[in-house]
């Protein structure tokens, strides 16, 4: 399998012309076998199969290229907390539901592979990282939002709800991302025992006990 995030199947040459989605297509495997500084444009052109004017054309430098590659893999972040999900059953569900989106980006060689790219690129290059986390930060300032929103209704308590998002994230990528991010033979525990420990363990320290949580709901509404 191709260690790549495109969300398309076509080969690694582009078919189309040299449009910005096929050399975008192109530059993946490229990028995260090599490396970002290791990639030359002319590299770029020839596995687009486009002469380097028509590359020159439709992209600046191979920064932007690289930028553009980045949005597709911002798609499947979000993907990891869809439109919607807060409302689809109580906090433990969507918990569940999460964590297991979280667990599924992990597993995708492609997105282990753009990860790796990051954290080797980004000493040489500090605006990958910059970059990275400009996608990272709207879905984490979001499950915050939810955890605060939760904390309001006295459904969980977390004085510090984005503290508490990056400790519910720090819990599956310690035991999903790491291990396969290290090489590691043999997963501790499977996927789905990962996800519900990981659900298990916040809602022990976050959710308030059902008799306080309506104690305070039916003070709220004298």
Same mark, same amino acid.
């Given at each position: 399998?191709?260690?790549?995030i495109s ?9 189309r012309?040299?449009?910005?989605e096929?050399i ?7 990028f995260?076998?090599n490396?970002f ?6 590299e770029?052109?020839d596995?687009a ?5 028509t590359?020159?054309?439709?992209f ?7 930028r553009?590659? &980045?949005?597709?893999?911002?798609a499947?972040? $979000? #993907? *990891? @907390?869809p439109p919607?999900?807060e409302?689809?059953?109580?906090v ?12 599924r980006l ?12 990051v954290?080797?690129?980004?000493r040489q ?9 400009a996608?990272?930060?709207?879905m ?5 939002r ?5 904390t309001?209704?006295a459904?969980l ?19 999903? &991302? ?6 590691? $033979? #043999? *997963? @501790?525990?499977?996927?789905?025992d990962?996800?519900e420990?990981t ?9 308030l006990?059902?008799r306080?949580h ?9």
């Open positions: 399998m191709e260690d790549s969300l398309h199947s076509s080969p690694l040459r582009a078919r012309g040299g449009s910005r096929a975008v297509e192109a530059a993946e495997p490229l995260m076998k490396g500084g290791a990639v030359s444009m002319d770029l052109a596995a199969g486009v002469a380097r004017r590359l020159y054309n439709q600046a430098g191979k920064e932007e290229i690289f553009e590659m &980045l949005l597709r893999v911002s499947q972040i $979000e #993907g *990891a @907390l919607g999900i409302t689809r059953g109580d433990g569900e969507v918990l569940r539901l999460i964590a297991t989106e979280i667990a992990h597993a995708r060689p492609g997105y282990l592979g753009f990860f790796r790219m954290v080797a690129d980004s290059f500090p605006w990958i990282a910059q970059a990275f986390a996608v990272m930060d709207p984490m300032e979001r499950f915050a939810y955890l605060g929103y939760l309001e209704l459904i308590y977390c004085p510090n709800p984005m503290f508490a998002a990056h400790q519910f994230t720090g819990l599956l990528n310690e035991n999903s &991302l790491w291990p396969m991010l290290m090489g590691r $033979e #043999g *997963a @501790l525990a499977s996927a789905e990962v996800v420990e659900v298990h363990m916040f809602l022990k320290r976050y959710q006990p059902i306080k309506s104690a305070l709901n039916a003070r709220d509404r004298k």
